[in-house]
């Protein structure tokens, strides 16, 4: 921001930096920064515009999967989506009949799949080529990696819009959840440690992902 390059004395003049947390500078210089290009918001749109009166979002990260056989090993996570599933049925508030509409991300496309199953008339996620955009995979055409790009984008903007928020730990859906207009609302972290979700607030959840980062 203090780039002169940037030309955005005006935004500086008006901000008390020093104070800003990077919680709080985040969502308002990304919408600044980034406008979604017109695929993108139809993507989103196509989503959102689904009737519902609460979106509930899943984001399921398994690391190397099928899916995504680039990806590091997260092996702890192979029962992941047994325990969404067991943490949803137990909590119907987060799933009502006729009123949520259930989205779901990953980068394992047998999850979404068992997802989308077990609530058909309710789930719903972006089609595209699952793709981890870190990670190159020669095996795919050059169509399918600008599509899978594009699925990649959609899902970060469409995070950013839930009422709850059902997460793993990962960079991702932590960048996206802090569009969120409330971000610690309704915030839920499956633990590797423990091999349940627990209820979080977004502080808790960026410590966790220091600690992985500086004893990595």
Not at 77 to 101: A, M, Q, S, W
Not at 103 to 130: C, E, F, H, R
Request: net charge positive; proline share 5%.
């Amino acid at each position: 921001m203090r780039n002169p390059f940037t030309n955005a004395s005006w935004l500086l003049d008006n901000l008390p930096l020093k104070q800003a947390t990077q919680e709080l500078l985040f969502p308002l210089l990304f919408e600044l920064l980034f406008k979604p290009s017109l695929i993108v918001r139809r993507g989103v749109e196509q989503i959102l515009q689904r009737s519902h009166r609460q979106l509930t979002c899943l984001h399921l990260r398994f690391g190397r999967n099928p899916s995504n056989p680039f990806d590091v090993q997260m092996s702890q996570r192979e029962n992941l989506t047994k325990v969404v599933l067991e943490f949803l049925d137990n909590n119907p508030c987060l799933v009502k009949p006729n009123e949520t509409l259930l989205y779901i991300t990953s980068d394992s496309d047998q999850a979404i799949q068992t997802i989308l199953k077990s609530y058909p008339t309710m789930s719903i996620t972006v089609p595209g080529p699952i793709l981890h955009i870190d990670y190159a995979n020669h095996s795919l055409s050059q169509k399918s990696i600008c599509n899978g790009f594009i699925k990649v984008v959609t899902d970060f903007y469409i995070l950013g819009e839930c009422d709850i928020s059902i997460l793993c730990r990962s960079g991702f859906s932590l960048w996206a959840n802090r569009r969120r207009l409330d971000r610690n609302s309704q915030l839920f972290l499956y633990r590797d440690d423990l091999n349940r979700i627990k209820k979080i607030k977004i502080h808790v959840i960026e410590l966790i992902v220091s600690l992985k980062w500086i004893f990595r």
